[in-house]
């Protein structure tokens, strides 16, 4: 497009690096620090680089054996998966008929506006009533309390980006079908559905990324292995007494992993998902 | 098929997401609004009625200013660097170099790393006996002694900052890259033809495609921003001396460290206002930017 002045490439090539290193140094960090002994971490001078890498921490979190710091930390694991999970798919459950209802019905629009200007309130203005409520229903502490909590952040916003998936599925593709002789519910089961496969699992990859990150209702409605996340024991580690830096480094390696995986390999689909709304404007 | 029917069988289709949110956000919601009226305390006794009290005496105590005040300055510099940086690296990563698709690939990382991960990281990286940061600078000889950057009001709600940025100016980055993406390149070639300078060519070319699109960024993370609660409890829990307490921790230590859910709720909405204020003049400001820009 344009023929690029030797000096100019140079500083194209120096800004690159300098923000490829912005980038990287806590992360590496974060990973050197879970492989390094504990005495090279309390070292003066700092030791950068250890002597000799030592992954046993990550044995030590990932063993199930009984009233072990692993233990905790796989209930934990454990509970973040199953809590996203059924919220995410609590959440498709919801979005994929409201979703299409509003994309081939504007005239309902005003209503799944109403529930994504719902992502204006503070998780605080509703707190004090769902601690309330879930403490009625005995669903303190419980997943399937805390999972439905998550709805209040899952649904809005995988309803909002079902309803641009469909917007995107031309309807003179279901009105063909319907011409056919299709019944409306095979049209959307035969036709629409399919075609909008690719929409419903970049929202479910969202919605769960969302409730793995979710923190405040955690900390709030859960309090032992029963039901508390990974995000609340990560923060509890970091908090707590813990000496060993490299065993928090450890933990928040393995609670990283997974969005940072999912966020690689769909890298495409998560960016055009992130940035629909926002290019349409 | 006649229209009442297509638009009745739109509401049954929306009816379960609805009925879930008049549960989950509805109802709470009016009942903080009937709790802020109340003396009610977290566990036992539901309170009476108090009227304005709540409110009167939040606003008029000297917590509140304070934290206000630390909360836009929190979200103003966070904002205003992650957009600033954003636009850079966008800028950067549209143009040709060696290693662009994996640099672009990178820039996915900070955002996806959970923001409690991202905390523990920089708590540790700020550590007063043995963190990264002070070892770096003592060694580099910019520092004579260890500091303890989380713990000194001077410092903490800076290196807050820090972690926040590092952590959201990819999303902005990403928008941005996005956005410029789509500017097609015979206007920008056109640009080239008719001699236009490295400068106007980004004002008047680049810059209308961009405005849109950052508009919407600089709107969610400003209200994520003035929400912020994550970060700072894991890193400092609004300490020390208070000086990095923002709103959303103040509510949480009235209306749970402290047990008054009345007035915890009465603080809980007048956030609640302040964010739909702001959210309301920004999109304002987004529709006259959308419909100048195109």
Redesign the interface.
């Known amino acids: 497009m344009e023929r690029q002045s030797p000096l100019f490439r140079l500083f194209l090539h120096v800004a690159a690096l300098l923000l490829a290193a912005v980038i990287l140094t806590p992360l590496v960090w974060l990973f050197v620090m879970s492989i390094s002994p504990a005495a090279d971490l309390a070292a003066k001078p700092l030791k950068w680089w250890p002597a000799a890498m030592d992954f046993s921490r990550y044995a030590t979190l990932l063993s199930t054996t009984e009233n072990s710091a692993g233990a905790a930390f796989m209930a934990s694991l454990r509970n973040s998966l199953i809590v996203a999970g059924m919220a995410t798919l609590a959440a498709i459950a919801l979005a994929v008929p409201a979703g299409w209802a509003v994309s081939r019905t504007p005239s309902v629009g005003w209503s799944l506006s109403v529930v994504i200007a719902t992502y204006m309130l503070p998780p605080v203005a509703l707190a004090v009533p769902l601690y309330m409520a879930l403490s009625n229903f005995g669903l303190l502490n419980s997943v399937f309390g805390l999972a439905l909590v998550y709805l209040t952040i899952l649904a809005p916003f995988t309803t909002w980006l079902m309803k641009s998936g469909f917007d995107g599925i031309p309807r003179e593709i279901e009105q063909a079908a319907v011409i056919d002789g299709a019944s409306l519910w095979q049209t959307l089961r035969i036709i629409t559905l399919p075609l909008a496969m690719p929409v419903v699992a970049t929202s479910a990859l969202f919605a769960f990324l969302l409730g793995w990150d979710e923190f405040f209702y955690a900390l709030l409605f859960t309090s032992d292995q029963r039901a508390k996340t990974l995000t609340v024991a990560i923060a509890d580690l970091a908090g707590g007494r813990v000496s060993d830096y490299g065993l928090i480094a450890t933990a928040g390696v393995l609670a990283a992993l997974p969005p940072v995986v999912v966020g690689l390999v769909m890298q495409r689909a998560l960016i055009s998902g992130l940035t629909s709304g926002g290019v349409k404007g | 098929m006649s229209g009442t029917w297509?638009?009745t069988?739109?509401?049954l289709?929306?009816l379960?997401?609805?009925i879930?949110?008049v549960a989950?956000?509805g109802?709470?919601?009016a009942?903080?609004v009937q709790?802020s009226f109340t003396d009610a305390k977290?566990v036992g006794t539901s309170g009476s009625y108090v009227g304005f009290d709540n409110y009167v005496r939040l606003v008029s105590g000297n917590a509140f200013g304070r934290t206000l005040f630390t909360t836009t300055f929190f979200a103003v510099v966070v904002v205003t660097t992650e957009m600033v940086f954003g636009v850079l690296?966008a800028l950067?990563l549209n143009?040709?170099?060696?290693?662009?698709t994996l640099?672009r690939?990178?820039?996915?990382?900070?955002?996806?790393?959970?923001?409690?991960?991202n905390?523990?990281?920089?708590?540790?990286?700020y550590?007063p006996?043995?963190g990264?940061l002070n070892?770096a600078l003592?060694?580099l000889g910019i520092l004579d002694s260890y500091r303890s950057w989380l713990g000194e009001p001077g410092t903490a709600l800076t290196a807050l900052i820090v972690a926040d940025c590092?952590k959201n100016f990819?999303?902005v980055a990403?928008?941005a890259l996005?956005?410029l993406q789509?500017v097609p390149?015979d206007v920008?070639?056109a640009s080239?033809v008719d001699g236009a300078s490295a400068f106007s060519r980004f004002r008047f070319v680049t810059l209308p495609y961009l405005a849109?699109?950052l508009?919407?960024?600089l709107v969610l993370r400003t209200?994520e921003a003035?929400?912020v609660?994550?970060i700072v409890?894991?890193m400092t829990?609004g300490g020390p001396a208070n000086s990095t307490r923002t709103?959303?921790i103040l509510?949480?230590q009235e209306?749970?460290s402290f047990q008054r859910?009345g007035s915890?709720?009465s603080?809980?909405?007048i956030?609640?206002l302040i964010?739909?204020v702001l959210?309301i003049a920004y999109g304002t400001a987004?529709k006259k930017v959308?419909g100048s820009a195109t």
């Open positions: 297509i638009t069988r739109a509401w289709l929306m379960p997401l609805l879930v949110m989950v956000i109802w709470p919601l009942d903080t709790l977290l690296a950067l143009q040709q170099f060696y290693g662009r640099l690939a990178l820039l996915i990382l900070p955002w996806a790393l959970p923001t409690v991960v905390a523990t990281l920089w708590r540790l990286i550590n006996e043995y990264a070892a003592t060694q590092w990819p999303l990403m928008i996005a956005a789509a390149r920008i070639a080239y849109g699109p508009m919407v960024a209200i003035f929400k609660f994550d409890w894991v829990r709103m959303s509510v949480y209306a749970f859910a915890g709720a603080l809980a909405l956030v609640t964010i739909t959210a987004v959308a």
